[in-house]
Structures are given as C-alpha cells and as structure tokens.
C-alpha cells in the first residue's frame, strides 16, 4: 500500500507570497495518477491538480503541480485570501488501494 | 456537465446498516472508475472504495478498514452507484463522498452524513 506523506502540516503566510507544499510517496507512484485536491471550511472537496501537473478546469494558473517517482510539489505562487484552505494529496492510480496523504493547511495571515 | 449527488445518510446504531446512493450525470456511468470518500469530523478525507468501469470488468477494492463490512454496486441502467454499509460503528461517522474519474479528470459530490451513535 503507498502511504503519502504531506509537509508541513501547516503553512501560515501572506498574501503574494509563494507556497511550496511537499507531497512524498512511500513507493513509485505513477505521475500520470497524482491529484492535488482543495477543500474549504464547509464544503466539498474539488480537484485542482491531475496527473501531477495538470490544472483541472477553471483552477487559476497560480496554482501548478511538480513531481515525479516519490516526490510531489504543489505551489501556490502568489497566495490569495480564498487560497485558505486544506490541501490533499492522493494517488488514484496504483492500485489497489487509493490513499490520501493527511493534508497541509493553508494559512492566510 | 458531470453532476454527482449523493443521498441516504443518516443516524443509525451501532452495529446498524445503512444504503448511500450516488446518483449521476452527465456522463456514461458504465465507462468511469467510481470511489466513495469518507472524512471524519474534523478530520482528513479517507478513500473507502472503488468500483472500476465495465471494460475493467465492475471490479472492486476497499480500503482495510472497511473490507468485509461494505460493499459497492452500481446500477449503469439507473446512472447510481451505492454503499452497502453493514455492522457500522461508531468510527464510521463521516461525510461520504463519491467521486468519478473521467480521463484522468475527478469530480467530486456535495456528500451526504452518517452518524453513528446509540
């Protein structure tokens, strides 16, 4: 079973500054199967990032995905305050069993 | 456009069963992998299943904590997929989820609760 491990837990910035959240992988994951997901207080979770560096539909472009093997990047490269939120990982692709890594909160100070 | 809703959550004992539906559209239910994710009060989303498209023969898997006790089926007649859940515990509270992959691609339901409590 690949086991996700997301760093920091927590990320307290302000806005315009860059965030680098680190997404790692206890075996190879296959980057065609990397997602970043975005979750705000009260509300669903939404894709943001498939396949480690794609942006789904309508995400804005300050958002991008890196990575590949063990070793995931999600940057945020100008914080907005809506940006405050929770931050997952997963691997939906090797299978069989889906994991998330256990989040990074995003902090706008 | 890909719509999912999700239904049938609700307060139930220990040791109860309980039945969610996912209902779709939008798309062709038969071609797509389905997951259901839970999240814990105050805590992180957890994967709890999948069902794989007709191609991949409607094959399942489950996440250990939940194997044996859930079950996923779908009916591609009526565009849903379900969660059989049975001898729920406590530890099953949650928001449930489903979640469908169309090429790559994840979109997420609004979820639906179950508590379980005496």
């Known amino acids: 079973e690949v086991v996700l491990t997301q760093s920091p837990g927590t990320l307290s910035l302000s806005p315009g500054e860059r965030a680098t959240l680190s997404c790692r992988a206890s075996q190879t994951v296959s980057s065609t199967y990397l997602a970043w997901h975005q979750q705000k207080p009260g509300q669903a979770p939404r894709l943001l990032i498939y396949s480690a560096s794609m942006r789904a539909t309508g995400i804005p472009d300050r958002f991008s995905g890196s990575g590949s093997g063990t070793d995931f990047t999600l940057t945020i490269s100008r914080l907005e305050p809506e940006d405050s939120a929770m931050y997952y990982c997963?691997?939906?692709?090797?299978?069989?069993?889906?994991?998330f890594g256990r989040g990074t909160k995003v902090e706008i100070k | 456009e890909v719509h999912l809703v999700e239904s049938g959550g609700n307060l139930v004992q220990p040791g109860g069963s309980l039945r969610l539906s996912c209902a779709a559209s939008g798309f062709t239910l038969s071609d797509h992998d389905m997951d259901w994710v839970r999240q814990a009060p105050g805590k992180g989303l957890e994967w709890v299943g999948r069902?794989?498209?007709?191609?991949?023969?409607?094959?399942?898997d489950y996440a250990a904590s939940v194997e044996g006790r859930f079950t996923i089926s779908r009916d591609d007649v009526k565009n849903s997929i379900y969660l059989q859940m049975n001898r729920l515990k406590t530890e099953d509270t949650g928001d449930y989820y489903c979640?469908?992959?169309?090429?790559?691609?994840?979109?997420w339901g609004q979820g639906t609760l179950v508590t379980v409590s005496s």
């Open positions: 069902t794989r498209n007709r191609p991949q023969g409607y094959t399942t």
């Open positions: 997963q691997n939906y692709g090797t299978s069989p069993t889906y994991s």
């Open positions: 979640v469908v992959w169309i090429s790559r691609v994840g979109f």
